[in-house]
């Protein structure tokens, strides 16, 4: 399992140094217009996904074949995606804090509760994005998988758009919703298990 990481980690790793720029302009931006929930969002979001990233240089260089060849269950194939995405957003948010107290600090805005609602939230979405991403390609693949996650992106605003004016105002379900939102992480994490394991049986049953 170790050594899946390891692996993924050197996969990575040139990808994560070129959106390192990507990272150091947005901080930038983040200074001068004081949103730092914004440099926290992208930070998170970059490193997560990364495991999206390792998904698809594995299925170009057929990594799969070989891999299935070695003393390793699929299962923990799998589960070595799930367990590099979690330590990726955990390496971003200890990247990201101190970056972001510092910049609430020296601009005078003070850590408020509406800030870790933000940081609550940002971390609960991350979640829920890999729950829905890993599936989608590990069952597709990078191609297809990009043409479904589409789909289920266009499917939804097509909807809402149909049918606004029978949703409930958004910002007082919010208001109805706020004072759950320190049990969000959790059930975003409850997602992601059981995501782990509808993509352990996907790759169970794919041929290579």
């Known amino acids: 399992m170790i050594g899946l990481i390891v692996k ?9 140094r070129s959106q390192a720029y990507v990272v150091l302009f947005l901080l930038v931006m983040a200074i001068f217009m004081q949103q730092s929930s914004m440099l926290l969002a992208v930070i998170v979001f970059i490193v997560t996904i990364q495991a999206i990233t390792a998904l698809t240089y594995d299925e170009q260089s ?10 390793i269950s699929k299962g923990d194939i799998v589960l070595s995606k799930y367990i590099l995405s979690v330590l990726l957003m955990i390496i971003g948010l200890i990247i990201a804090l101190p ?12 850590i408020t509760t509406d800030f870790f609602l933000t940081f609550i939230m940002i971390v609960t979405l991350a979640l829920c994005l890999l729950a829905v991403l890993l599936p989608i390609y590990i069952k597709f693949g990078s191609i297809k998988g990009k043409m479904v996650l589409i789909a289920l992106c266009f499917i939804p605003g ?51």
Do not use: C
């Open 8 to 16: 993924d980690l050197m996969t990575i790793q040139r990808q994560l």
């Open 99 to 110: 970056i972001i107290f510092l910049i609430n600090y020296f601009t005078d805005h003070g």
């Open 158 to 208: 097509f909807l809402l758009g149909m049918f606004k004016e029978y949703l409930p105002n958004i910002p007082f379900t919010f208001l109805n919703v706020k004072q759950f939102m320190f049990v969000t992480p959790f059930a975003g994490l409850l997602l992601l298990w059981l995501s782990s394991l509808i993509s352990t049986a996907i790759y169970k049953r794919k041929e290579f």
């Open 62 to 71: 057929s990594w799969d074949k070989y891999a299935n060849t070695l003393p």
